[in-house]
């Protein structure tokens, strides 16, 4: 069985090959939307929109002529992609949606007040039959609970919320941060009548482990943030996993200068091992805090010499940078960190601060850096771009 040997520099461009951030865009349009999450598997959601949510993050960095509204065409009007639950809240493609059964059935036998959700869903789908769609303002029945993210949440939105976890309603659109939701059966298709499959829990980990491989692009047999979500997940089954992946030959094993661990990459990755020492045109890219590539930061620290935290559930008080700061990619490096923030109202990108890491020097990004400021201006539709005063700053020891 091969094994592959590698610099650091060459499996740094391996994987930033891998993640078609090196290099031409691989990527382009709503078709480059949709190939990239494909071969990801998911890309994580987060709502929260400094300058750009997360998803919308990940493929601007990737996706040659990304805009927003592509993302939300491919899922609320297309349907081809879909918001669920795989690495926490993910968006991913729809025809993957049966492999989550045993997700949804788990979510609906433990659906959270299930008594007092039960006598709200008549009205619910009474709603639904009468416009199509239902969010929760629509509706004015029912008290109030504690609920995983906050105190006093409308039974409601609860509601709303175990028939989507259970697969009975899917996303319909959103308004801001306001979820229309709809019967699944009715805009999914065949893919809602599509089984799982795998035929049993076991399968199921083995092809969550696959996939969350790809979707990093190199990964490690360790503990790793890479496999959040994949509940049930223990060592043992994870080293078994490794093991029968490798012997049946879906993953190579790549060994990188001064690391222990080996790491894993799919079989048909291989052939970017060839182009790894080829020179690629270098882009410069703002990634997302939840980018698919900074799943395990651990390895990211190790691989590229840089340790990353998204300081936004830090206090104020504790933070080492900013409440929402993004890792910049530039070459085969990742040399700072950026703040920005959109004024919507005015249509600025305000460049807070921009902190390089030891031994790069403003002089020789300055250029790199104010082209994909402007880029990242156009992503989020601002007309003028700030730079704050003293907004170069050094990388704290």
């Known amino acids: 069985m091969k094994e592959y040997y590698l610099s650091k520099k060459q499996a740094r461009t391996l994987l930033l090959r891998k993640q078609g951030l090196t290099g031409d865009y691989r990527f382009a349009g709503e078709q480059g939307i949709y190939d990239y999450i494909k071969q990801a598997g998911c890309i994580q959601f987060d709502p929260v929109d400094v300058c750009g949510k997360n998803p919308e993050l990940v493929l601007q960095s990737r996706v040659a002529g990304f805009k927003k509204d592509m993302l939300y065409k491919l899922l609320y009007e297309d349907r081809t992609l879909i918001d669920y639950f795989d690495k926490n809240l993910s968006i991913f493609p729809t025809e993957d949606f049966r492999y989550f059964e045993r997700t949804r059935n ?3 036998e433990n659906a959270w007040f299930q008594s007092q959700v039960e006598e709200v869903i008549p009205a619910i789908f009474e709603k639904i ?4 769609m239902v969010s ?5 029945t029912g008290g109030k609970v504690d609920w995983y993210w906050g105190i006093d949440t409308s039974l409601t939105r609860v509601a709303l919320e ?10 319909h659109h959103k308004n801001g941060t306001n979820k229309y939701y709809a019967l699944a059966k009715d805009y999914l298709g065949k ?6 499959p ?5 399968e199921h980990l083995k092809w969550r482990v696959l996939r969350r491989i790809a979707g990093v692009g190199l990964l490690w047999n360790r503990p790793s943030d890479a496999f959040l979500g994949i509940r049930y997940l223990k060592a043992d089954d994870r080293n078994r996993i490794f093991s029968e992946l490798l012997e049946k030959g879906k993953i190579i094993k790549i060994h990188v200068e001064e690391m222990e661990a080996p790491l894993y990459s799919l079989k048909e990755d291989a052939k970017l091992i060839k182009e790894a020492d080829c020179d690629n045109r270098s882009r410069t890219e703002f990634l997302a805090p939840l980018d698919n590539m900074l799943w395990d930061r651990k390895l990211i620290s190790e691989l590229f010499h840089f340790d990353y935290k998204w300081e936004i559930y830090t206090p104020e008080n504790k933070r080492k940078y900013g409440y929402y700061v993004l890792p910049i990619l530039s070459g085969n490096e990742i040399i700072g960190r950026g703040e920005l923030a959109v004024n919507r109202k005015n249509r600025i990108l305000e460049v807070k601060n921009i902190w390089l890491e030891s031994g790069k020097e403003w002089d020789e990004f300055q250029k790199p850096l104010q082209e994909a400021v402007r880029r990242f201006a156009d992503f989020n539709s601002a007309d003028e771009i700030n730079y704050r005063k003293d907004f170069m700053k050094r990388t704290e020891g």
Not at 136 to 140: A, E, L, Q, V
């Open 129 to 132: 039959k009468e416009k199509g």
């Open 162 to 171: 175990n028939l989507y976890f259970a697969g009975e309603l899917i996303i």
């Open 106 to 108: 788990r979510l609906k």
């Open 136 to 140: 929760s303002k629509d509706i004015k």
């Open 191 to 196: 893919e809602y009548k599509r089984k799982d």
């Open 198 to 202: 795998l035929k049993d829990d076991y």
